[in-house]
């Protein structure tokens, strides 16, 4: 079973519409967890942390629910520029510093 | 302020030949990482750094890949010899204790062919 296990998708999806993720992640004692943003040939950047109590960011809304070990991502009102793919990201039993990253899923918004 | 930065962005080069990417990571960061990027196997930390000194690497791939961190604001990851194999994108993060959740930022990578 992988660390961290994502939908590869893609999603695709309208303008405007509303989108979630999961993502399931192996080790209980995790302690960070991250949904990264990368755009097609670029670096991966931090979209936003996730806490334990959910955390919102303008059209984005983080969730983590430790008892079933999965973490969710909700994108409201889906803009153009919403496309790229959404990176999971959980550390390491042994380092708060390593990073395990998801293969990712791949949203399409269309106009 | 400066982002990490990654040289060379492009690198192509034949089967054998050397390899050195270089990676100079945000001013005060004393966290350094190395990532390689795939289709087939996604993100994989090769190996991190904290204070200039490699704290863990195992996920270095075999004993052709080696990484060094002389000073705090330059490091290497170097391959002798290349392979196919090792093409890829490779990353360079970098990372401060104490900032919020262990964030890591990004350098824009190399992106290495090897022929």
């Known amino acids: 079973r992988k660390e961290v296990e994502q939908d590869p998708g893609p999603f695709n999806v309208p303008e405007g519409a509303t989108v979630a993720f999961n993502c399931t992640y192996s080790n209980s004692a995790s302690q960070s967890f991250f949904w990264y943003r990368q755009d097609c040939r670029k670096e991966p950047k931090l979209l936003m942390s996730v806490y334990s109590s959910g955390n919102e960011d303008g059209r984005f809304t983080a969730q983590l629910n430790r008892a079933s070990q999965y973490i969710s991502l909700l994108i409201r009102d889906s803009k153009l520029s919403d496309s790229a793919t959404y990176l999971c990201?959980?550390?390491?039993?042994?380092?708060?510093?390593?990073?395990?990253f998801g293969s990712g899923t791949r949203l399409l918004v269309r106009p | 302020d400066a982002g990490v930065i990654q040289s060379p962005r492009h690198e192509v080069t034949e089967m054998g030949q050397e390899v050195t990417l270089r990676c100079k990571p945000i001013s005060g960061h004393d966290y350094l990482f190395w990532y390689r990027q795939t289709m087939m196997r996604g993100l994989e930390l090769l190996i991190y750094f904290n204070n200039n000194v490699p704290i863990d690497d195992s996920g270095m791939p075999e004993d052709r890949f080696s990484a060094k961190m002389p000073n705090a604001s330059f490091s290497t990851l170097k391959i002798q010899p290349s392979e196919p194999r090792d093409s890829a994108v490779y990353f360079c993060a970098s990372s401060r204790t104490g900032l919020t959740k262990n964030i890591q930022y990004f350098g824009a990578g190399t992106r290495l062919s090897v022929l």
């Open positions: 990201v959980v550390n390491k039993m042994d380092s708060s510093y390593k990073l395990i």
